[in-house]
């Protein structure tokens, strides 16, 4: 899979107005920037097939769909059958993100539940799960920061224009 390094001021640019309009057409989006269309198209084409662009899914609210309740669950794996319990983990649909930790624990996961009584259900059916050998949950009373990427956008398209300027 390409990869894009660094985004330059107008990919941020174009990722702001995208952001800021998500259904908004590349025309649009050209009309806005003041560049071509084909400009616009051709970066967005570069950034999706490197992996910069989530799916549409990530901006949808799990409350939307009877989930919420959001728990944290950090989970001890067996050595010998990581690799086979986190595909399994993968499988488990409540689970809404996972990574692998250093630490105490070998994952930390993001889970949706309807209520707490579904969260028991969940967090129980996880030792089902070959390899997984403990699991220890926070439940989150409240979102103080939904995840962001604008403050990043804005400063990759600044640094940009000031690696331009120093060209000069």
């Known amino acids: 899979?390409?990869?894009?390094?660094?985004?330059?001021?107008?990919?941020?640019r174009i990722l702001l107005a995208l952001d800021a309009?998500?259904?908004a057409t590349v025309l649009a989006l050209a009309r806005e920037l003041?560049?071509?269309?084909?400009t616009v198209h051709a970066r967005l084409l570069r950034m999706n097939a490197a992996g910069?662009?989530?799916?549409?899914?990530?901006?949808?609210?799990?409350?939307?769909?009877?989930?919420?309740?959001?728990?944290?669950?950090?989970?001890?794996l067996s050595q010998a059958s990581g690799p086979e319990a986190i595909a399994a983990l993968r499988?488990?649909?409540?689970?809404?993100?996972?990574?692998?930790?250093?630490?105490?624990?070998?994952?930390?996961?993001?889970?949706?539940?309807r209520d707490t009584a579904d969260l028991h259900r969940i967090t129980t059916s996880l030792f089902s799960v070959p390899g997984v050998v403990r699991t220890s949950t926070s439940i989150s009373l409240a979102t103080e920061l939904p995840p962001r990427h604008q403050?990043?956008?804005?400063?990759?398209a600044a640094a940009a224009l000031v690696r331009r300027g120093a060209r000069g």
């Not at 910069?52 to 950090?74: H, K, N, Q, T």
Request: charged share 20%; no cysteine; aromatic share 4%.
């Open 52 to 76: 910069a662009l989530g799916e549409f899914s990530r901006r949808l609210d799990p409350v939307a769909l009877g989930y919420p309740l959001v728990a944290f669950l950090s989970v001890a």
């Open 151 to 156: 403050a990043l956008l804005h400063r990759a």
């Open 91 to 113: 499988e488990v649909p409540e689970v809404v993100e996972m990574h692998a930790t250093t630490g105490d624990a070998d994952l930390l996961m993001k889970v949706v539940a």
């Open 21 to 23: 309009a998500p259904d």
């Open 1 to 12: 899979m390409p990869t894009v390094d660094t985004l330059d001021a107008l990919d941020a």
């Open 34 to 38: 003041g560049v071509a269309r084909n």
